[in-house]
């Protein structure tokens, strides 16, 4: 609950803004008024479009409130919000979404990114052209000033989330971002976290959900005088991590639909991006197949072994291989889908059973390791048989469908 909020309000001469820039603040008293007039000033000379800028303060005891007030009634582009519970991403949560202009930003107080890349920033998000837009200071381009504990510590961090929630984008932490309003509306209710997570959280189902992400390598001096606990928060984004992955794979969150939602079509995988994923469900299906296998074996024919073995780790091939692969999702056609997958299952039985036939014609009695290497090299042309027939006939016509669906 995010208790009482107090909102100074813009003169009614203001425009209703394309950007909205809001400032987190807690306990900056000293940093905030030269901020946010240089933050003012920027805009006001050099943005083209109408803005905002809203001071979020998270339940400050010093006199940071007195001064966003102050600021609010000076300067007609300037809001100021109160919130009575501390978190950044609670405040960045409740501003974005109280806000009616189209692109919702925020940056640090301290300003340590150079604001000649705001423009480049939310550019392709006013065109349409991008989803969600970050900060980079790890990208190709960047010019970064800071000590080595902290750009270590970033740049592990960014290491594990690609480790563990397979993220692709390059900087999660920096401090300066935006989005459209739209997709924000979508997002928001599905962000657990109120605090320096948020950040992550939001880039990481922004990411899963197909939609895109524009990075700006940025020019950065690091802030001195920053008073992020760093031990607090990096055991906060931990538990962060493990409850997104848990949340993530167990595929509770709503995120398959939103690219349609939006008026997003989806973007076609490439060939060489299935074949990618195509080979590791067909690496993790393999060692699960001989596995099984092998624990068959020991109390039945091999025969019957390579049977049980080949329909289970089939059925799951194709149900992974609809969802990852070939981006197959819902359950249209599921079962449709499954049936043709256990044709291309016959397919693959007669070529194993085939070779473990011509196997034992040669030599009746095999060791289980010559067994294991014939059907090795068997699953190795079923697979390939496998990935044409799922590309071109199991899914095919779903894939086509999905990327032809026009959009709004």
Not at 319 to 341: D, E, K, M, S, Y
Request: proline fraction near 5%.
């Amino acid at each position: 609950m995010i208790g009482s909020a107090h909102v100074a309000a813009a003169g009614p001469a203001a425009r209703t803004p394309v950007l909205d820039v809001v400032v987190p603040v807690y306990n900056e008293q000293d940093d905030l008024d030269p901020c946010v007039r240089r933050l003012h000033d920027h805009l006001l000379h050099g943005f083209p479009y109408p803005f905002r800028i809203t001071i979020a303060d998270n339940a400050s005891t010093d006199d940071t409130p007195r001064i966003a007030a102050r600021l609010a009634a000076e300067l007609p582009e300037v809001t100021s919000v109160r919130l009575a519970v501390k978190g950044r991403g609670r405040a960045l949560k409740h501003t974005w979404s109280a806000s009616d202009a189209q692109v919702l930003a925020y940056m640090d107080v301290d300003l340590s990114t150079d604001l000649t890349a705001l423009l480049p920033l939310v550019a392709p998000l006013i065109s349409g052209h991008s989803d969600l837009a970050i900060g980079s200071r790890l990208t190709r381009g960047a010019r970064v000033t800071r000590g080595p504990k902290r750009e270590i510590i970033s740049r592990c961090y960014n290491l594990l989330l690609r480790g563990t929630l397979s993220a692709r984008f390059s900087d999660a932490q920096c401090g300066f971002k935006a989005v459209r309003a739209d997709v924000a509306a979508r997002l928001l209710p599905l962000v657990e976290d109120t605090g320096w997570f948020f950040d992550t959280e939001l880039l990481v189902l922004t990411e899963r959900a197909g939609l895109r992400i524009h990075e700006v390598p940025v020019d950065w001096v690091d802030d001195p005088d920053s008073r992020v606990d760093i031990l607090q928060t990096a055991i906060a984004d931990l538990k962060g991590i493990a409850r997104l992955a848990k949340a993530l794979s167990t595929a509770r969150l709503p995120l398959a639909r939103l690219p349609e939602q939006l008026g997003r079509a989806p973007l076609p995988v490439g060939l060489t991006g299935q074949l990618l994923r195509f080979a590791a469900v067909g690496v993790a299906s393999t060692l699960a197949y001989l596995m099984l296998y092998a624990l068959l074996r020991t109390g039945t024919g091999a025969q019957t072994a390579n049977l049980i073995a080949l329909l289970i780790t089939t059925v799951a091939n194709t149900a992974l291989n609809r969802r990852f692969t070939f981006g197959v999702r819902g359950t249209g056609r599921l079962w449709l889908h499954q049936a043709q997958g256990l044709v291309v299952f016959a397919a693959g039985l007669g070529l194993t059973s085939g070779s473990l036939a011509m196997l034992h014609a040669l030599n009746p009695d095999p060791a289980q390791p010559l067994e294991l290497g014939v059907l090795v090299v068997a699953n190795l042309a079923t697979t390939c048989l496998r990935f044409l027939l799922l590309r071109t006939w199991v899914f095919g016509r779903a894939t086509r469908d999905r990327h032809r669906r026009p959009t709004k």
